[in-house]
């Protein structure tokens, strides 16, 4: 199995990178609504577990839109998910 | 049923506030000012007789058959040049007319073979027509003169034969090609007895003809005539339907001998296209019966195994059952969906609802994704809704056309034949693209500014633009203020005017001189009514949404949206990527762009689905590929699509493919995805169903069924099926009660109905209360969204980056005579314009490796590695190359890579990093496609054709 979340971290930072022309507020909260719009739950989690992983390149406001809302990084997955 | 006659008036009636009243044959008929006195005439159901005119053209006066008499005036004058005056009174028949047009008929028929009876447009041909009309009974001048009936025939064109013996020379053909479509590829050659028509000194196939049937629908004689009609003779029913290649949409008179087609003919009625059409839509058509086509359900245990012909029932179990049991085992997740956007708007419906209603999830996706899903983004963030603003129509008042990644005369070619009209009539092009594509100079138009920026630069260009408007004070200040967000705009603005966005600052990222860019931002600010016109040469970017609303930002600036002739339209690529994404096809939204999580949307489809939904975002197309190569996406269902070959880097696609327990493909054909299924599922083709189709312009247009499914199924019965076998059972007899449903459910659709379309022919969404009949244009007072909305668009390089290894950019694209991955045209004679995917080089980069014209070359990129022959082309920038994705066996997204739009995931196809060297084999992949070719297409235990 590959690994999911290198692939993630940079489409987030993609994410985060067209944001940063907003003031931090308002970019914080432009990732968070963007991932919470178009991402998976999965997704979201799989990101969220590796987000202390030094190793991982993750753009500030991307960790600091998962700061804002625990809930974007634990989402409720339907029961027969595994 | 019988044959649909359009009423030909001769010349266009015109478009005029003022009307003018006049007496014809003692009958008073009104009609706008400008119009001929002919087709004043046709009005009242006079037709005059008539042979170089037809009402699409403009009046030519050559064939002195439409003489008239008019009260006050001397002779007999033209009708058909005559403009009808008030109080004029006309008499179109006298004795003295009957002679005179009797004495034209005869010299016309003294030079015509008299073989009517085994004529290819016996009961079709105006000339026999008039004949009658004028009542000839005796040609006086003897077959010993000169004539031309041992004039050549030409049969090079596969489509149509130009038999020159039969023809009158009235021009009608030379005229179409100027005037309808603008290749100008037709001439008269000669004077006087010698003139004849020439498709320009060679043949029709060696010529600059691009094969689009206009001039084959204007000859009034069987001189141009379909090879079909030669070979079948005439049709005796007609029914009318929608093209199902590119987003044009274009309307089709399908004329049937019972089920068999005879022909493609363009509708005039039809609004997209006005009677008018492409080499596709008038004339490849043949795949939907050729030999390839599967029409039995197919099973098989693993990709190795030859297919097995099985029944419906046990298709669709087992479908069904590899479904639940892959849910049971892996979570309800584990599968997922593609709509297609070359099946209807009822059938994608279907489609997602079956994902999220029986599936029960939201792992629905389309393949908008790899398209237009930034053009759906952007405008969604900065007008309020995901869709094009005008109607087709709306080009020809424009003043000033910006054109931006699109390459209309090959992707969109009936379009192209608008825009090219429009510029002759004197409208002024820019184009952006890093091509010379033939609108930047072709004959009679050409652009004034070709800003041939390097690949991955959109977005700095169109900062650029918008740094001029706004630092030379081109805004619209008035408009901003009434209609848009003061604070983005002002926002905006700051971060525009800073000198970083400036021309001069953005000249070494786009490689476009600076003084280019301020007179063409002058140019789209000052011109007139400013139109942008795009394709995915803007979306396939990892800055393709930023591109879509950078242009909404220019647009909005200089206040080009909300009326005619301006506002921002995207180019979509197939038939119905703009129905596919209405209709619910992407996984984080329901029908009409409501997000999942929105609960009152989402309690509209649970009380009539019965059944709860889910309020998250399930997986896109790229992520379900991630998933399954990471071992948590096991199943799909793909309905009508070939991510296989249609997406990018071809060897993660197929990767995902093969670590997925069941896929299920539903096709005509056994396509690229189908190596990698386990279900196969025979389709129908849009001339066996019926349904609707939405075009890049908002029209939702008919498709009706004119012959019976080859496989005994429409698309949207076997995905009923598959829902009946799910356990979750839909009834529907006929896609009018699907269309029903989404008019009940989808605020933008409300008001649409088949009755409805029956009676308009086509309807541009919204259509509700407040618009009953549809919008041609949107945003007109204000927009979706309340207030237009600039958003920031900071330019960002993407990451793909030439080096070293791999120096040059590689940009993809397509041609005019073969359509997306080219499973319907390849299965044409299409294939005789273009046999094989080619890698169009300037030839600096060429020299520089030694390459010549025609040698074949290994291309290479991060994702892999293909060889096909090199086309030097000064089309071209140095350093840039390009090729087409129409054929499998080239392999052109083995090469793309994964990167893609930061919004949307619309994958990066347009700048990939590559090198190029010659070569004197086929790739390894190559290599193995053609092996697996064989290997995973065997299908062996045939049904007996009886079952």
């Known amino acids: 199995m590959t690994d999911a979340a290198p692939k993630l971290a940079r489409m987030a930072n993609q994410i985060a990178a067209f944001f940063r022309s907003y003031p931090e507020e308002e970019a914080v909260k432009g990732v968070h609504g963007h991932i919470k719009s178009f991402w998976s739950p999965r997704m979201r989690l799989d990101l969220?577990?590796?987000?202390?992983?030094?190793?991982?390149?993750?753009?500030?406001?991307?960790?600091?839109?998962?700061?804002?809302?625990?809930?974007?990084?634990?989402p409720r997955l339907p029961a027969s998910t595994r | 049923m019988a044959l649909i006659q359009e009423l030909d008036t001769g010349t266009p009636i015109r478009l005029a506030p003022l009307q003018v009243a006049l007496t014809i044959d003692g009958r008073q008929v009104s009609v706008p000012a400008g119009t001929s006195v002919m087709a004043a005439a046709a009005t009242m159901g006079t037709q005059v007789p008539k042979l170089c005119a037809t009402d699409s053209l403009e009046a030519f006066g050559s064939c002195r058959l439409c003489l008239v008499e008019i009260e006050g005036r001397r002779g007999t004058p033209a009708s058909c040049t005559t403009p009808a005056e008030e109080g004029m009174v006309v008499r179109t028949q006298t004795p003295k007319l009957a002679r005179l047009r009797r004495g034209v008929m005869e010299l016309y028929i003294s030079d015509h073979p008299l073989t009517c009876l085994t004529c290819s447009a016996n009961g079709d041909c105006e000339l026999q027509d008039m004949a009658g009309a004028v009542g000839l009974r005796d040609v006086r001048y003897g077959e010993g003169g000169a004539n031309h009936r041992d004039a050549p025939t030409d049969e090079s064109n596969p489509y149509f034969t130009f038999e020159s013996s039969k023809c009158i020379v009235c021009s009608r053909c030379v005229r179409a090609c100027e005037e309808v479509q603008g290749t100008f590829a037709l001439t008269i050659e000669g004077r006087g007895f010698a003139s004849r028509v020439s498709p320009g000194g060679t043949d029709?196939?060696?010529?600059?003809?691009?094969?689009?049937?206009?001039?084959?629908?204007?000859?009034?004689?069987?001189?141009?005539?379909?090879?079909?009609?030669?070979?079948?003779?005439?049709?005796?029913?007609?029914?009318?339907?929608?093209c199902a290649y590119c987003g044009v949409g274009c309307a089709f008179k399908a004329e049937m001998q019972g089920e068999q087609l005879v022909r493609m003919v363009p509708s005039k009625h039809g609004r997209a296209n006005e009677g008018h059409s492409c080499v596709k839509g008038r004339f490849a058509y043949g795949y939907a019966t050729h030999k390839d086509r599967i029409t039995k359900p197919m099973i098989r245990e693993r990709i190795t195994d030859p297919w097995r012909e099985v029944s419906w029932e046990e298709a669709i179990g087992r479908a069904a059952s590899e479904f639940r049991r892959i849910q049971a085992t892996y979570g309800v997740d584990a599968i997922g969906g593609l709509t297609s956007s070359r099946c209807t708007n009822e059938e994608t419906y279907l489609v997602q609802k079956l994902i999220r209603a029986a599936f029960g999830n939201n792992n629905v996706d389309t393949c908008a994704r790899v398209c237009h899903s930034p053009t759906g983004y952007g405008l969604n963030a900065t007008l309020g809704t995901s869709a094009g603003t005008q109607d087709f129509a709306s080009v020809g008042e424009a003043d000033v056309i910006l054109l931006i990644g699109a390459n209309p005369t090959d992707g969109h070619p009936v379009f192209g034949s608008r825009l090219k009209k429009r510029l002759r009539e004197g409208a002024r092009l820019i184009v952006a693209d890093p091509r010379r594509i033939d609108l930047v100079k072709s004959p009679h138009v050409g652009a004034e500014h070709h800003l041939a920026l390097r690949p991955g630069s959109n977005v700095a260009l169109l900062n650029a633009l918008s740094h001029v408007v706004v630092t030379e004070g081109l805004v619209d200040e008035a408009y901003i203020r009434e209609r848009c967000d003061l604070d983005a705009f002002e926002a905006w603005a700051r971060f525009i005017a800073d000198p970083r966005n400036a021309p001069e600052t953005s000249e070494n990222v786009t490689g476009v001189p600076a003084a280019e860019v301020r007179a063409a931002a002058r140019l789209y600010a000052t011109g007139g009514n400013a139109a942008i016109y795009y394709g995915l040469g803007v979306t396939e970017h990892s800055q393709g949404s930023t591109t879509v609303m950078a242009m909404a930002n220019l647009a909005m600036a200089t206040g080009n949206i909300g009326r005619r002739g301006v506002g921002i339209n995207p180019l979509r690529g197939?038939?119905?990527v703009q129905g596919s994404c209405d209709m619910g096809s992407f996984p984080h939204e329901l029908p009409g762009y409501r997000h999942v999580s929105g609960d009152a949307a989402r309690e509209i489809f649970e009380k009539l689905w019965g059944v709860g939904l889910r309020d998250d975002p399930g997986l896109r197309i790229p992520n379900m590929l991630d998933e399954a190569v990471q071992g948590r996406f096991k199943g799909?269902?793909?309905?009508?699509?070939?991510?296989?070959?249609?997406?990018p880097d071809t060897q993660?696609?197929?990767?995902?493919?093969?670590?997925?327990?069941?896929?299920?493909?539903?096709?005509?054909?056994?396509n690229e995805t189908a190596k990698y299924a386990h279900v196969f599922l025979p389709g129908s083709s849009f001339l066996e169903k019926d349904g609707t189709f939405t075009n890049a312009e908002r029209r939702i247009s008919p498709v009706r069924k004119v012959m019976s499914p080859l496989s005994g199924h429409a698309d949207w019965q076997i995905t009923m099926m598959l829902s009946d076998a799910l356990g979750y059972p839909m009834r529907y007899d006929h896609p009018s009660q699907i269309m029903d449903e989404i008019a009940a459910t989808t605020p933008s659709f409300a008001g649409v109905s088949y009755e409805k379309l029956e009676r308009l022919g086509s309807i541009q969404w919204p259509c509700n209360d407040a618009a009953p009949a549809g919008t041609p244009i949107m945003h007109v007072d204000r927009f979706v969204r309340g207030l237009g909305r600039?958003?920031?668009?900071?330019?960002?390089?993407?990451?793909?980056?030439t080096g070293a290894r791999f120096p040059l950019l590689l940009t993809t694209g397509r041609i005019l005579s073969q359509y997306n991955v080219g499973a319907q045209t390849r299965r044409t004679e299409n294939s005789r314009w273009h046999a094989e995917d080619v890698l169009e080089i300037h030839p600096f980069d060429a020299e520089s490796r030694g390459v010549v014209d025609g040698?074949?070359?290994?291309?290479?990129?991060?994702?892999?590695?293909?060889?096909?022959?090199?086309?030097?082309?000064?089309?071209?920038?140095?350093?840039?190359?390009?090729?087409?994705?129409?054929?499998?066996?080239?392999?052109?997204?083995?090469?793309?890579?994964?990167?893609s739009d930061w919004a949307t995931n619309c994958p990066e196809y347009k700048v990939t990093a590559?090198?190029?060297?010659?070569?004197?084999?086929?790739?390894?992949?190559?290599?193995?496609?053609?092996?697996?070719?064989?290997?995973?297409?065997?299908?062996?235990?045939?049904?007996?054709?009886?079952?």
């Not at chain 2, 691009?210 to 079909?228: D, F, K």
């Not at chain 2, 600039?790 to 980056?801: G, L, V």
């Open chain 1, 48 to 74: 969220a577990a590796r987000l202390d992983d030094p190793d991982l390149p993750v753009d500030p406001l991307v960790r600091a839109a998962f700061a804002m809302d625990p809930e974007l990084g634990t």
């Open chain 2, 204 to 242: 029709f196939f060696g010529s600059e003809c691009v094969s689009c049937g206009a001039c084959v629908q204007a000859c009034p004689t069987a001189t141009l005539n379909e090879n079909s009609v030669i070979r079948m003779g005439k049709a005796e029913h007609s029914v009318i339907t929608t």
């Open chain 2, 574 to 576: 197939q038939n119905n």
């Open chain 2, 636 to 647: 799909i269902y793909v309905q009508g699509e070939d991510p296989a070959q249609s997406d």
């Open chain 2, 652 to 670: 993660h696609v197929t990767a995902g493919l093969l670590a997925m327990e069941c896929v299920v493909v539903q096709d005509l054909f056994l």
């Open chain 2, 790 to 801: 600039f958003m920031i668009t900071e330019f960002i390089p993407t990451d793909e980056r």
């Open chain 2, 855 to 899: 040698d074949l070359v290994a291309l290479e990129s991060r994702s892999g590695a293909i060889s096909l022959k090199a086309a030097i082309s000064d089309r071209m920038q140095p350093g840039v190359v390009y090729t087409t994705f129409h054929h499998a066996k080239t392999g052109a997204n083995v090469i793309t890579t994964d990167y």
């Open chain 2, 914 to 947: 590559v090198q190029v060297r010659r070569t004197n084999r086929p790739s390894d992949w190559q290599a193995r496609f053609y092996e697996e070719d064989f290997s995973l297409t065997r299908i062996a235990d045939r049904l007996d054709a009886a079952e």
